[in-house]
């Protein structure tokens, strides 16, 4: 609820005058006023609004507006009813005098309603807030609204002309001012479809294929012939079997070698189609064969590119007229390759164009074995490992420790044969030699006829 401001003091701050043009909007429906005033003054911070209704009611107010508003409109009013308005400016502390009272009736509520018939189809719309027909075909306006309806066919259809509430003719809008309760009619008339035409495709020539269309209706070889509504376009594919090519096209408009034509059916239409058989390929070569012969005192293996020999295993091969193969010979352990006869010489590899069965021999020589020489005695490597605290030493000057919590290796090389004797010292503060590898007894003696190792533990407390 809205509370009054208290008039205690004079506000000078607008002079307001309420007018009396309270008239309905083209677009508005009954039950609602509209009053506009001017202000001629400022400091204001806002504009209460009173109604009453009749001019002998009590006036309350109904809503309170900006300052800088200049009219306002009363909804949800009752139809054919006077209202009396006034108006006040106000800030935080006061309220301006009363404007000038200005009295409005509303308008008594009519219906409008539009009916669509006929055997098309289409929508009604009005300019006027409420009628979308299709969907809302009925709409409530105040008595004496002038409301422009207008008529949109569908595709397929042609908008035939109105009927009722001194709506006639064909023009796509009417206009009608709604007094009393007004049903309008629209008549929309379905455009009669063309009358379909055949496309006929025939297949010529010596060759054969296929012709498909698109819109779909031809699948030829097995469809042949369809019909199409007048005036349609078509485009028409040739695809040439296996064996044969497309030769082109004639009739209906369409010539050329293209693998596609587009024809535009407005009658009975015939299209050829011909496909020529490509002549026979001639017949391949017979094919020819290779052997290779292993001779000779020797050993060893023949292969080929592209695959086909590997000889010893495989030593003959079949292949197309005019391949050129490339062999080559890999002797074995102990023979050497000594050259090639027949149809390659020399002791590289071998190239060989095939155009009738040929002979290649690979001729491989033992080799004379010499013996080896002894091997050389090479010095050996003594390798000694220490861990805990102590000591091991050489007669040959070797010396390897550790000391305690650590471990230690050394090494040395030496004369093939040569005696090497060894002796392990206990470090100092209760270590014992616990481990020895590799060596017994102490000292101990290796021999270096190979490398050797020897590991000598030292443990504390034993």
């Not at 306006?141 to 309806?149: A, E, N």
Request: charged share 5%.
């Amino acid at each position: 609820m809205i509370s009054l401001k208290r008039p205690y003091r004079y506000l000078a701050i607008a002079i307001l005058l309420f007018l009396t043009v309270l008239s309905w909007h083209a677009e508005t429906l009954a039950g609602q006023l509209t009053g506009s005033w001017t202000d001629s003054g400022g400091g204001a911070t806002g504009v209460s609004v009173e109604r009453s209704q009749g001019s002998a009611g009590t006036f309350t107010e109904v809503a309170t507006t900006p300052a800088t508003a200049t009219s306002y409109t009363d909804t949800l009013l009752a139809d054919g009813t006077t209202y009396c308005y006034r108006v006040r400016a106000f800030n935080a502390t006061a309220y301006s005098s009363y404007s000038n009272t200005a009295c409005g009736t509303t308008a008594q509520a009519t219906i409008l309603s539009v009916a669509r018939t006929g055997t098309g189809s289409g929508v009604v719309i009005s300019s006027q807030a409420g009628i979308l027909c299709g969907t809302t075909c009925s709409a409530t306006y105040g008595s004496g609204t002038g409301v422009t309806l207008t008529a949109t066919p569908a595709t397929g259809s042609t908008f035939a002309g109105w009927s009722g509430g001194g709506c006639t003719g064909t023009s796509s809008t009417c206009t009608v001012t709604v007094t009393g309760s007004t049903t309008v009619t629209a008549t929309f008339t379905a455009i009669p479809a063309p009358a379909p035409v055949g496309l006929t495709i025939t297949p010529a020539g010596s060759g054969s294929g296929t012709v498909s269309s698109s819109p779909a209706g031809i699948t030829c070889g097995t469809t042949c012939s369809t019909t199409y509504s007048s005036g349609t376009g078509v485009t028409l594919t040739a695809t040439p079997a296996t064996g044969s090519t497309f030769a082109g096209w004639s009739g209906g408009g369409c010539t050329g070698t293209s693998s596609t034509c587009t024809v535009t059916v407005t009658a009975s239409t015939t299209v050829t189609a011909t496909f020529t058989a490509a002549p026979a390929p001639a017949p391949a070569p017979a094919p020819v064969g290779l052997t290779v012969t292993p001779a000779g005192s020797g050993t060893g293996t023949i292969s080929s590119s592209p695959a086909g020999i590997t000889c010893g295993t495989t030593c003959s091969g079949t292949y197309s007229s005019g391949t050129t193969l490339t062999l080559t010979a890999a002797a074995d352990s102990g023979s050497t390759f000594t050259g090639w006869s027949g149809a390659c010489t020399g002791s590289g590899s071998c190239s060989v164009t095939l155009t009738s069965n040929t002979q290649v021999t690979a001729t491989f020589s033992q080799q004379t074995q010499t013996p080896p020489p002894p091997p050389a005695q090479q010095p050996q490597t003594l390798w000694i490992s220490v861990s805990g605290k102590g000591t091991v030493s050489s007669s040959k000057g070797l010396k390897c420790s550790s000391t305690q919590g650590a471990s230690n290796t050394c090494s040395a090389s030496y004369t093939y044969g040569t005696p090497v004797t060894l002796t392990a010292t206990v470090g100092a503060g209760n270590f014992s030699l616990t481990g020895w590898s590799g060596c017994t007894g102490n000292p101990c003696t290796v021999y270096m006829t190979s490398g050797q190792t020897v590991s000598a533990t030292f443990s504390k407390g034993k």
